[in-house]
């Protein structure tokens, strides 16, 4: 099957990242499936003046990176099946102005829809299905010249407050879907009763891991190896969809505890009130190759989500990471999850979520039944499985449809 992606990101930003987003991890299991699929993917778009400053700071570091093109199109080869198709131009990122959104429908998207013809037919790809997963990137379906088109919904960006200011435009990227994807998956129960009103071709098909990653035996970063115990960990972006309340009363319960918090802070004011906790340690951002080690030395891995629309929209990856290294886990804020609930502690109150915690660390050494049960869950829930199940279902569509799938 030869398949274009629109996802939120690019190849070299999920290369980056450790292929551990929900889009990177499908596209890598795309272009390393034995079926031999070919894989076009769509980047993100790149700025123009962006780019011009990234060449200027380029020549002077001598350094090489890929956005400093000046050309709207470019067509670069990742692997024998994998391209990507790069484009820049000169208007703002999708919903960050109105008229310049809509201006840029005029004067970008027909010269990209003709690039992304040709990048197929130098690619040997004549059938082949267009896949977005970025709602903004909806307006494409039907447009291209695809043979079937569909939609991975990830979260509701209508309900994320760093979003707000494109809640219009997603809203059409969503209506859209709904007219015009032949098939729908979501990553939540809740995306699919919103997805899936008009449609029979909804799924829900929930995130999975890359469990070999949490296999190895591995030393416990110099960071966080002189904390006092336990270590209660979280993995994730920072930002309003953590319950700082939540944090702050499981600090304030547990003083004893190092709550260890890991990833990018994009809300830096929401997030205030932890910094004068003492037992609250916001490190930042670490490369994609060391996240397995900081879950790992984690004695309680935390899914700390404050109850709101967005956070009942999500099935969060770092569940199936903490999983696949056997840690225990406590989560608030998440609706019905595939996830049995002898392996996750999902609870919808302060006090329940304190005693959660203190439960899993009360746990005779967490006995090796329940690390080898986590472990073995996560194993069942690989991408390249995900990956064909979503297939099959695509196929089966086509196949209905009367489409010849590449």
């Given amino acids: 099957m030869d398949i274009v992606m629109f996802g939120f990101n690019d190849w070299d930003q999920w290369e980056a990242r450790g292929f551990r987003t929900r889009c990177g991890a499908l596209a890598r299991a795309i272009a390393t499936d034995p079926a031999g699929h070919r894989l076009l993917v769509v980047s993100a778009p790149h700025s123009l003046a962006m780019n011009a400053v990234r060449a200027a700071r380029a020549r002077v570091s001598g350094s090489t990176d890929r956005r400093t093109t000046l050309r709207p199109f470019a067509v670069r080869t990742v692997s024998p099946r994998v391209s990507t198709l790069e484009h820049t131009r000169l208007l703002p990122r999708e919903g960050s102005a109105a008229i310049a959104y809509r201006a840029n429908g005029t004067l970008h998207d027909r010269s990209l829809h003709r690039a992304i013809r040709d990048a197929c037919q130098a690619m040997g790809m004549h059938d082949w299905v267009l896949w977005v997963a970025d709602p903004l990137m909806a307006k494409h379906m039907g447009e291209v010249g695809e043979s079937l088109a569909v939609f991975d919904?990830?979260?509701?960006?209508?309900?994320?407050p760093q979003k707000s200011s494109m809640r219009a435009d997603i809203e059409r990227g969503y209506a859209i879907v709904q007219d015009r994807a032949d098939v729908v998956f979501t990553v939540s129960r809740a995306l699919?009763?919103?997805?899936?009103?008009?449609?029979?071709?909804?799924q829900w098909q929930a995130n999975a891991v890359d469990a070999g990653r949490f296999d190895a035996d591995l030393p416990v970063p110099s960071d966080i190896s002189e904390l006092p115990r336990p270590l209660l960990g979280y993995v994730g972006v920072i930002q309003e969809r953590v319950d700082v309340d939540l944090l702050s009363a499981l600090a304030r319960a547990l003083p004893e505890s190092s709550i260890v918090l890991i990833g990018p802070v994009t809300a830096p004011r929401?997030?205030?009130?932890?910094?004068?906790l003492r037992n609250v340690h916001l490190?930042?951002?670490?490369?994609?190759?060391?996240?397995?080690?900081?879950?790992?030395?984690?004695?309680?891995?935390?899914?700390?989500?404050?109850?709101?629309?967005l956070t009942r929209s999500m099935n969060p990856l770092k569940v199936y990471e903490y999983l696949a290294a056997g840690k225990p886990v406590v989560a608030s804020g998440l609706a019905e999850m595939d996830v049995p609930p002898e392996l996750l502690a999902r609870v919808d109150d302060e006090g329940g979520f304190i005693a959660a915690v203190r439960m899993s660390l009360d746990e005779s050494g967490d006995d090796e039944r329940r690390v080898q049960a986590r472990k073995s869950f996560a194993r069942s829930r690989s991408w390249p499985?995900?990956?064909?199940?979503?297939?099959?279902?695509?196929?089966?569509?086509?196949?209905?449809?009367?489409?010849?799938?590449g």
């Fill in 153 to 160: 919904a990830i979260d509701d960006w209508t309900a994320h």
């Fill in 192 to 202: 699919r009763e919103r997805l899936g009103a008009h449609r029979d071709r909804v």
């Fill in 270 to 276: 929401h997030v205030e009130a932890l910094r004068s």
């Fill in 283 to 309: 490190l930042g951002e670490r490369a994609a190759a060391d996240v397995p080690a900081y879950i790992r030395a984690f004695d309680v891995c935390l899914v700390p989500h404050v109850d709101d629309a």
């Fill in 385 to 405: 499985a995900r990956l064909a199940e979503m297939l099959d279902v695509i196929r089966e569509t086509g196949a209905e449809k009367g489409a010849v799938l």
